[in-house]
Structures are given as structure tokens and as C-alpha cells.
């Protein structure tokens, strides 16, 4: 691409929207144009923290380094100016969880990220005789170690002098689009403070139904309502970005939207009517079905969470089922294991043989997320016989992706009442192609690939153009999906059957792994 911009034509004439997504193991930049394309992008790792077994965190001031330097990267490799650069949205991993000094713009203590489960005995304290369920008619979620409210509460109880300086007025909650929010329109210089209805809506913090802070939910988690941020929509201009490496460069460009990463793959994937669905395949998997305007409250262990909200539009609501390891199974069959050299190798090891030889593999790691809720879970390879070799357990760590999709996608039918039709893929896991067969087979349903596969950007870019006018409507958006690739089922009923019994049959092994503590 630079290339072309040296020879003096350009590939793509602007203007543009770029998109920061701060993401789990990495932070990027994306310039979209206005069909929805590419036009560079520039990524950065950050560190993972593992203090002790099943803590996981990261360093929030490494993560602002990072995303500046990739937002100068992508602006840098497409050749453009501020003045082609329309307005910046932001996507994030969500209910990661920061606590810093307003005055200093310093973290108080390490992000605490989703993965993590040290609020595991907090959450149980404060279901107390009512359990998982305490507070989910008003926030769509259960009590689980996975969301932000508890992580912040655990904070308060465990950095000396915290909650002092807290209830002062001095420190700021966050999740990771607030910190971005905040450094970018100016930090401790007027920074603003605010979050979007949709990463509101997973800190068990917020009431579904009115879209604001819960005082009485607050008040039982331990967490000041000072400390939070202003909830606003996701698309609209929560001010400018100013001050800084950034402020040289891009300053004055308006900060114009906000969502959680799934919901802003579902917002990429112009998901926009009811009963449409997308599956995001990352470290987690992550499936959303836009359910209108109407909050289902989910008997069968999914969560109700926002989807969007455009400017003054309602907003539309969502169910969402999370599983905890999918890529990351990948990455720990390479790192922990040495069973592969690089990721892309499990399909080709997986592909040397015709199934799984009888093996299943639950990686319940971090315990078991939807539908079942059970931190008391590890993982489980059952089946295990003499025959087994590890290219089927190459087979069966991709079958558990599918697996997982499929009990996930039986749980929304029984919410919804509305049958699946197909289910739209992005994520680094849909390269592979062997998996995007095998979920088509497992759900009995079409699977379908779009042109463009980094959707969660894609939502963000949408949001904050939208809300510039930069797109005209939602109508916009959907003339630019496109399809790339499309898998149908190709299994006998039978057989899926019986390899959906021995599956579940599987993941009921993992449960009760860890004794209650107490």
C-alpha cells in the first residue's frame, strides 16, 4: 500500500474513520474508508501478568503506550493527515477492570482482566442466600468472577489506603474504553470520563432497564458511585482528542464511539434485526444474538447485555453466550504442550485423521462459562485409550470450539424462541477452515465468513461514523457486508447425535475438579 503512495496514488481516497481496539493480548489501529475496507493497520502486543494461578492482569499504562503508538503506526502506513481522518471510535476487551488517581493519571494496581478469578469467594459471599441470580433481573448477569463490579470492590478491599482515597473523590473506575477515553480527550488535563451502555452493562453495575447506575447494587458490591463513569450511548462525539504524543498528531478529531469487542462484532457484522447472530472466535468465543429491543432474561444460563445504542435511538438489547477457552486452547497446545509449532498447524495435525479417535477434550481452564456458570470446573480429556495420538487431540481441541458454539446456539433457541439460520463467523480462528466445517456440522446450519474478518474494528469504525455522519444509516453499513466464504452441514444426524452425548457426557466430568475453600 505504501507503495502506491510513494508512485503518488493513493489506493483508496479518503476521508476515513479509524478504529482503536484494545484488545486482550494486543492493542491496534485500523483506517477504514468509506466501503468498509482496510487501508492499514498497525498492532502491539502487551504483556500478560499471571501473579498467581488463575490471576491474570495487565499494565495499563504499557497498554496506553501501545495504543498510541499503533494509532500513529496505522495513520503513519496509510499516508494520510488529521484532516483525512473523520473521527476515531474505540472497541475494547471488556470488563477488564482499572482503578486510577484522577490527579495523576497513575493506576492504582495492574488491570485486573476478565480471565481472571480471584473475586471467585467474593462473588459466593455476595450471592449470599440467593446465590448466582442476586442481581440479574436488573442487570442480566450472574454473580461470576467474570465481571467488572467485584473485580473493582476486590481493589478497594486489597491496595491500601484505597478506599480512603476513593471515597476522597480522588480515583476513577474504569473498563478498558474509559482509560482510552480518558487519555485520549486530554487525561489528567479535562480527560473525559466516560463509558458506553454496552461495556456498562458487564460490570454488574448497571440497571439494563434504565440504562444508569444501580445505587442499591452498587451499595451491595462495596463500590462508590463516584468512582464510575458516565454511561452514554455508543455512537456519539465524547470530545476531542487533545494533549499528548496523540494531540500533535491527530488532535482536534472527534472521539465518537465505544463498544465492548462483541458487541461491536455484532454491530461489524450489521447484525441490525432480531434473531441475527454472530460467533467471534479469539482467545474466548464469544456469541451474540440481537434480540430487538426487548431484554429476554435468560433461563438457560446466557447473559442479557446491551448491543448498542446509536445517539438518542433505544437501545437494542442482546443475548450472549461467553466461552472462557477456545484460541487459547490453541496457543496452550503450542506454548504449554509443544504439541504444534504454530497455530496454524492444528488444522493440518487435525486434518491427518478422519475424527477425534474417541477422545474429548473440555478445556474448562478458568471453569466452565455458558451455559453452566461452574467455577468449580477444570479441564477434561476423556476417552483417552492407547490409540490416541495427538493428531486426535488436535481434532478434539477443534471439535471442543463446536461443541462449545453448539450448546451455546441450543440455549439461545430455548431464550428466544427463534431457531439459528446461520451464523455469521469472524475472529483469527475462521482462517481455519477444517473448524468452520465442523461447526457447520455440529449446528447443523450454514456458517458464513465476511470479506472482512477484523469485525470488532469494523463495528467501532461504523459507530463512530455513524455518529459523525460520516455513513448516512445503518442501510449504508449492510450494502458493505460482504461474503467471503460459506460452509454447509455435511454430517448424518445419527452421528451427531452421538458425538453431542459423549461431548456433554465429557463436560460433566470437569465439574466439582476444585473443593468449596471455605
Not at 440481537?290 to 432474561?297: P, V
Amino acid at each position: 500500500m505504501t507503495d502506491a503512495h510513494t508512485a503518488g496514488a493513493p489506493s483508496h481516497a479518503g476521508p476515513f474513520i479509524a478504529a482503536i481496539d484494545q484488545g486482550t493480548t494486543s492493542s491496534r489501529c485500523i483506517v477504514f474508508d468509506r466501503d468498509g475496507r482496510i487501508v492499514s493497520v498497525d498492532q502491539k502486543e502487551h504483556e500478560q501478568i499471571f501473579p498467581k494461578p488463575g490471576w491474570v492482569e495487565h499494565d495499563a499504562a504499557e497498554i496506553w503506550a501501545n495504543v498510541q503508538e499503533v494509532v500513529a503506526g496505522a495513520v503513519s502506513k496509510a499516508g494520510i493527515t488529521r484532516d483525512d481522518i473523520k473521527a476515531i471510535g474505540i472497541t475494547n476487551q471488556r470488563e477488564t477492570t482499572l482503578l486510577w488517581d484522577k490527579n495523576t493519571g497513575e493506576p492504582v494496581h495492574n488491570a485486573i482482566v476478565w480471565q481472571d478469578t480471584r473475586t471467585d469467594a467474593l462473588c459466593k459471599e455476595l450471592g449470599r442466600n440467593v446465590g448466582q441470580d442476586r442481581f440479574r433481573r436488573e442487570t442480566g448477569l450472574p454473580l461470576a468472577s467474570y465481571f467488572a463490579g467485584p473485580k473493582a470492590r476486590w481493589l478497594l478491599d486489597n491496595v491500601e489506603g484505597l478506599r480512603e482515597r476513593a471515597e476522597a473523590g480522588d480515583i476513577v473506575f474504569g473498563t478498558m474504553d474509559s482509560w482510552v477515553i480518558w487519555n485520549l480527550t486530554g487525561g489528567v488535563n479535562g480527560g473525559k470520563h466516560v463509558t458506553d451502555v454496552t461495556n456498562a452493562s458487564r460490570t454488574m453495575l448497571m440497571n439494563l432497564h434504565k440504562m444508569e447506575w444501580d445505587e442499591r447494587i452498587c451499595d451491595s458490591i462495596g463500590v462508590p458511585m463516584q468512582m464510575l463513569p458516565e454511561i452514554r450511548s455508543s455512537a456519539e462525539v465524547y470530545g476531542e482528542v487533545t494533549g499528548g504524543a496523540l494531540g500533535d498528531l491527530l488532535g482536534g478529531i472527534p472521539v465518537a464511539s465505544a463498544l465492548g469487542d462483541q458487541q461491536a462484532a455484532l454491530f461489524g457484522q450489521t447484525c441490525f434485526a432480531e434473531g441475527e447472530a454472530k460467533s467471534t472466535y479469539g482467545t474466548g468465543t464469544f456469541m451474540l444474538m440481537n434480540t430487538g429491543e426487548k431484554a429476554i432474561n435468560s433461563y438457560s444460563g446466557l447473559l442479557t447485555t446491551v448491543g448498542y445504542q446509536i445517539g438518542d435511538a433505544k437501545p437494542v438489547y442482546a443475548l450472549e453466550g461467553s466461552i472462557a477457552v477456545t484460541g487459547s486452547l490453541v496457543q496452550w497446545m503450542r506454548d504449554q504442550m509443544g504439541l504444534i509449532k504454530s497455530a496454524a498447524e492444528i488444522e493440518t495435525l487435525a486434518s491427518s485423521v478422519e475424527d477425534n479417535g474417541g477422545a474429548y477434550f473440555v478445556p474448562a481452564f478458568s471453569g466452565l462459562f455458558a451455559p453452566y456458570w461452574r467455577s468449580d470446573a477444570r479441564g477434561v480429556i476423556a476417552g483417552l485409550t492407547r490409540y490416541v495420538t495427538k493428531a486426535h487431540i488436535a481434532r478434539a481441541v477443534l471439535e471442543a470450539t463446536a461443541w462449545q458454539t453448539r450448546e451455546i446456539t441450543d440455549a439461545m433457541t430455548k431464550d428466544s424462541g427463534v431457531e439459528l439460520a446461520a451464523l455469521k463467523v469472524d475472529g483469527g480462528m475462521t482462517s481455519n477452515n477444517l473448524l468452520m466445517q465442523t461447526l457447520s456440522d455440529f449446528l447443523d446450519a450454514p456458517v458464513v465468513r465476511p470479506m472482512v474478518a477484523e469485525t470488532t474494528c469494523l463495528g467501532a469504525a461504523y459507530a463512530a461514523g455513524l455518529a459523525v455522519g460520516f455513513w448516512s444509516s445503518t442501510d449504508d453499513l449492510r450494502a458493505n457486508w460482504r461474503r467471503a466464504a460459506e460452509w454447509t452441514p455435511r454430517m448424518d444426524a445419527d452421528l451427531r447425535a452421538r458425538e453431542y452425548k459423549n461431548w456433554l457426557k465429557a463436560v460433566e466430568r470437569t465439574m466439582g475438579w476444585l473443593e468449596d475453600e471455605s
